[in-house]
């Protein structure tokens, strides 16, 4: 009898001195966590980078090394664009069991706001944001952003709402000749607004999913600067797949985009378009379309699509040039200037 209170009194004092040895374990990995961020805001400061937060303190146990931010403010600011995110908390969390792993996430909605030179303004608001970075230290090797209920708002136009918005990289893997090539994905997910209405092609854009690979050296320069000297350096971005659910409207594409001496989009795709009969009745139904051209429309698509069509439908080049989108021989939107 006295045996088996012995055996399990010494198991309890294992027990208890393993999970007190853990407990430690953790509160060291929150505080080198911790030091780690604080370390990460003092760098990042003295590049430019605005950073601000209310308190901070650990959390996650026992899974997870954890710190809530409270009240985080990041912005920078450039000559022609500046930009702000705040939010009212967010925890910076790094699974126990791995340490090239961190996982930051906001605890309620947030909100960025982008302001240009000539006073526009452009904010974006998220009801859940999730953001996955992997490292092979130091060098980051993958990111994943998930943001739920997206609300994008500009001045004098209707806002754009996203059920959610997903996006992936792989930062700076080595292309052909060793130059810089970063694959991603970005899909967008029921996609609604008063300016989609519209377009005559329905209010609410199922999906968009795009997949490819952005070539050429990204400067740390300011916006409008980078992208200029990644355009100068050879920059490219190769789309290998686009899917597109609009209305009737079901498109594929593959190709590639860059920009021209004005920061406008310049590129060709090849597109296959199915469901193009009820979008042309819509684009007449609104008066967008004349009813002779838009017969003369169909008949040619009809006449491509017994020629060279098939379950993806009608084969079409877009061209985007000189600030216009080109769908086969006919303008169908206008494009600007990034910056």
């Known amino acids: ?53 209310r308190a901070m303190a650990r959390t996650g146990f026992p899974f997870n090394a954890a710190v809530a931010v409270s009240r985080p403010i990041v912005g920078r600011e450039y000559d022609r664009i500046a930009w702000r995110w705040r939010g009212e908390g967010l925890r910076v969390a ?51 952003l998930d943001a739920q209920q997206v609300v994008a708002t500009s001045a004098g136009s209707p806002p754009v709402h996203l059920r959610r918005l997903a996006f992936t990289a792989h930062p700076d893997t080595a292309g052909a000749g060793d130059a810089p090539a970063r694959p991603f994905a970005l899909r967008a997910e029921d996609v609604t607004g008063a300016a989609l209405i519209a377009s005559g092609l329905g209010g609410r854009v199922e999906v968009v999913d795009v997949t490819g690979v952005l070539r050429g050296p990204f400067p740390d320069a300011p916006p409008h600067q980078a992208v200029r000297d990644w355009r100068d350096g050879g920059g490219v ?28 989009p310049f590129g060709v795709f090849a597109i296959r378009i199915a469901g193009y009969d009820k979008a042309i009745d819509a684009l007449v139904a609104q008066r ?3 009813s002779n051209d838009a017969g003369l429309l169909k008949s040619f698509l009809a006449a ?24 086969g021989p006919k303008a169908v939107a206008n494009v600007g200037p990034l910056f």
């Open 288 to 290: 967008r379309i004349d």
């Open 237 to 264: 971005l190769d789309v290998s797949h686009m899917r597109l659910v609009w209305g009737p409207v079901r498109a594929i594409a593959t190709g590639t985009l860059t920009l021209d001496a004005a920061l406008r």
């Open 304 to 327: 491509l699509a017994a020629q060279k069509g098939d379950r993806d439908g009608v084969p079409l080049p877009l061209h985007v040039q000189n600030g216009r989108v080109w769908l």
């Open 94 to 144: 790094m699974p126990v069991y791995r340490f090239d792993r961190l996982v930051v996430a906001t605890l309620d909605p947030s909100s960025a706001v982008i302001r240009r030179a000539d006073g526009g303004e452009a904010t974006i608001g998220a009801q859940a944001l999730r953001v996955v970075m992997d490292f092979d230290p130091p060098a980051l090797t993958a990111l994943e």
């Open 1 to 53: 009898m006295r045996r088996g209170r012995t055996r399990i009194a010494i198991s309890l004092t294992a027990v208890l001195g393993l999970a007190a040895a853990y407990a430690g374990y953790w509160y060291w990995l929150t505080g080198r966590l911790q030091a780690g961020i604080v370390d990460w805001i003092e760098a990042h400061r003295a590049d430019g980078l605005q950073i601000d937060c």
